[in-house]
């Protein structure tokens, strides 16, 4: 009966996470094909060992070779790690004063809080999205609003630049940044700030000297749930960016879509998924750590 | 019971000036009243323990002089500086939290360093001061651990290391010992008051431990509702409680309630029953003949005899229970009226030989000074 408790999340994994990824590193390996589906070669198992043989001699590293020759590939990912973490660095600006509030309202309020902060979540991601066209667009609200108010005399553009992209990747991914912040800043003993003050720390200091340092594993936790998303992120660029935001999100629908080469999509998609692979292992390792705190 | 107070006492030389002096405090939370009108001084070098039930106010007190609340009215000095609008870091005081707070990112060395950071001394001379304090707290192999790394004994050292590596004139000590087990509760309170008398630092302390308090301190505040039922020294606490409420809160008691027929002088006679003689006790506090007022009496200055003694306090009643102690033991005596008086001897005998046992008519005998009599 343990056992197939076990077995339970473990054949999950098999099925919908190795199965796939073991698909997609097969096509990486093939070559592209005016065929359903577009890629050679094809595993026939009637054809017995020494089908396999040949279908295993066919495949290569041919798609891995194009991506380092044409240069527009790791420009793109070049410029989705600068766009994801720039982006980063936004949420953690903006999250971490949110989540510093909440933390510091008094205890009957901070449902509330929490609830606003869940709440974007009701409704779709993609309309989100949509709805920052009609703010940030040349007739949008807020060059409307400028406009009213006299601080600018003509439109600025904003929508399909790249810092349209920053405002969206900051905007959706903003809980991510502060629910685990706002998990250890709740936690801090009040009696270490006091305790700090007691020792001749003014507020300020007590914060950079106490607050900060002991937010930390919320801090890392939430840069890298903010980060990992956002440098695959394909809506966001796609919808908000210009032509030329450059993100391997976009690059790889492209690919996938227009041109359909899913050969030379699907080594997109594993190389981004072994750049993924770093953060992931260190975000583990912030994680194993703080448990080990805790205990 | 501490030895100082023989040669220690400056709360009755009226030329010292007091270290710290509340004068007429009060502290309101909303229309909750937590401290009502308090007068106290605090006198440099001494060990003072505020004492009393939880929600007394006593935390709030000490609050108070750390900077971490302003009194509502009235006005605190300490060494002679107003503390009014003076922040926690500002003060030469610092406070031992009940929870020690010690910082959990930092090691050791780093917490007990932290407040020196933060002070005029130079940094060549930290190290120096932080070896000094490791030392004083036998907590050198310890230096460069975190807290979670070392036990609760150890974690109570380092707070209080941190507390004094300032040299504060004043030390606040939350609760210090109540994380700890008996024994080693025990062992620290000792440990304590050899660094109180080794820094010259004056320490107030923050207990709901009687005991505790009796132990360390050279003076003993016990409150109860945001008042000072009672500042006096650990003796006179217990041997001359001034109120009913202060004779039961510390240690065990007998209380007796009844009138005082005649009040003549130190002596008093309580009439507290029909048809038996008055009990004879000690004038307390404001006893007025005639008026209702309470004998109260410790269980070990009753003795306990088979036979009829000869004393000027004697009751007749049967033994309905015997707690064993180990090294004493109380014996619950039921007397004619149904009240019951514990007498509490010293089990110098082995418990074999014990002549009292269970449902035993003894007689209950106490000398004239043994008990005083207090206004209810």
């Given at each position: 009966m343990r056992r197939l408790l076990i077995a339970i999340p473990y054949i999950w994994l098999l099925l919908l996470f190795l199965v796939p990824f073991g698909i997609v590193l097969k096509i990486s390996l093939s070559d592209y094909a005016l065929s359903i589906p577009p890629f050679t070669p094809q595993l026939d198992l009637s054809t017995g060992w020494q089908g396999f043989a040949e279908f295993w001699s066919q495949l290569d590293m041919e798609n891995y070779w194009f991506l380092t020759d044409d240069d527009l590939y790791w420009k793109a990912y070049l410029s989705s790690l600068q766009i994801a973490a720039l982006s980063t660095f936004f949420t953690l600006l903006v999250g971490f004063p949110i989540a510093y509030g909440m933390a510091n309202a008094p205890e009957h309020w901070r449902p509330t809080l929490m609830l606003l902060i869940i709440l974007p979540f009701w409704t779709s991601f993609l309309i989100r999205v949509y709805a920052w066209i009609g703010i940030l667009s040349n007739e949008g609200f807020l060059n409307q609003f400028l406009l009213a108010i006299g601080l600018i005399s003509a439109p600025i553009k904003i929508l399909n630049t790249d810092i349209a992209v920053y405002i969206g990747i900051t905007y959706t991914y903003l809980p991510f940044m502060v629910l685990p912040i706002y998990a250890t800043l709740e936690k801090l003993d009040g009696s270490l700030l006091e305790a700090a003050e007691d020792l001749g720390c003014t507020r300020l200091q007590a914060f950079w000297a106490v607050t900060v340092p002991l937010s930390k594993p919320g801090v890392i936790a939430g840069c890298f749930l903010v980060f990992i998303p956002a440098l695959g992120e394909f809506v966001i660029p796609s919808l908000l960016g210009g032509s030329d935001t450059l993100m391997i999100g976009k690059v790889l629908w492209e690919e996938f879509f227009s041109n359909r080469d899913w050969p030379v999509a699907s080594a997109v998609a594993i190389i981004l998924l072994l750049i993924l692979v770093i953060p992931i292992i260190l975000f583990q390792r912030n994680e194993q750590k703080q448990r080990e705190a805790g205990n | 019971m501490s030895s100082a107070t023989v040669e220690f006492s400056?709360?009755?030389?009226?030329?010292t000036t007091p270290l710290i002096s509340f004068e007429g405090v009060t502290k309101r939370f909303g229309n909750f009243t937590a401290i009502d009108n308090i007068n106290l001084n605090i006198y440099p070098r001494e060990f003072f323990a505020l004492l009393g039930p939880s929600g007394c106010g006593k935390t709030t007190l000490m609050r108070m002089l750390g900077g971490f609340e302003e009194a509502t009215e009235g006005t605190i000095t300490i060494d002679g500086q107003d503390m009014a609008g003076i922040p926690a870091n500002k003060r030469a005081v610092n406070m031992m939290f009940q929870s020690y707070a010690?910082?959990?990112?930092?090691t050791v060395a780093d917490n007990i360093a932290f407040g020196l950071h933060r002070s005029p001394m130079p940094k060549s001379e930290i190290q120096g001061r932080v070896d000094e304090m490791l030392r004083l707290v036998q907590l050198q192999k310890f230096a460069k651990r975190k807290p979670h790394q070392i036990s609760g004994g150890q974690r109570q050292r380092v707070a209080l290391a941190r507390a004094l590596a300032k040299a504060p004139k004043l030390l606040l000590l939350d609760?210090?010992?109540?994380?700890?087990d008996k024994k080693l509760r025990q062992e620290t309170q000792f440990e304590l008051m050899d660094i109180q008398e080794t820094t010259g630092t004056t320490f107030v302390i923050v207990t709901h431990d009687q005991e505790e308090a009796m132990t360390v301190a050279s003076r003993i505040a016990v409150m109860d509702n945001g008042l000072l039922k009672q500042v006096d020294t650990p003796d006179r606490i217990y041997e001359?409680?001034?109120?009913v409420y202060v004779a039961d809160f510390i240690g065990d008691v007998n209380i007796i309630t009844g009138t005082a027929t005649t009040v003549d002088g130190d002596a008093t006679q309580l009439t507290w029953a029909e048809g038996v003689a008055p009990i004879k006790g000690m004038t307390g506090a404001r006893v007025t003949q005639g008026e209702p007022a309470s004998f109260v009496i410790r269980p070990e200055k009753v003795s306990i005899n088979k036979s009829e003694p000869e004393a000027s306090n004697k009751v007749q009643g049967q033994v309905l229970d015997i707690a064993y102690l180990g090294n004493m033991s109380t014996y619950h005596v039921e007397l004619p009226n149904r009240q019951i008086i514990k007498s509490q001897t010293a089990?110098?005998?082995?418990?074999?030989?014990?002549d009292i046992t269970w449902e035993d008519t003894v007689w209950l005998s106490w000398t004239e000074t043994a008990g005083i009599v207090l206004r209810d």
């Open positions: - | 400056p709360w009755t030389d009226p030329d010690l910082f959990p990112h930092l609760e210090p010992l109540g994380a700890l001359t409680p001034n109120s089990n110098n005998r082995r418990i074999a030989r014990r």
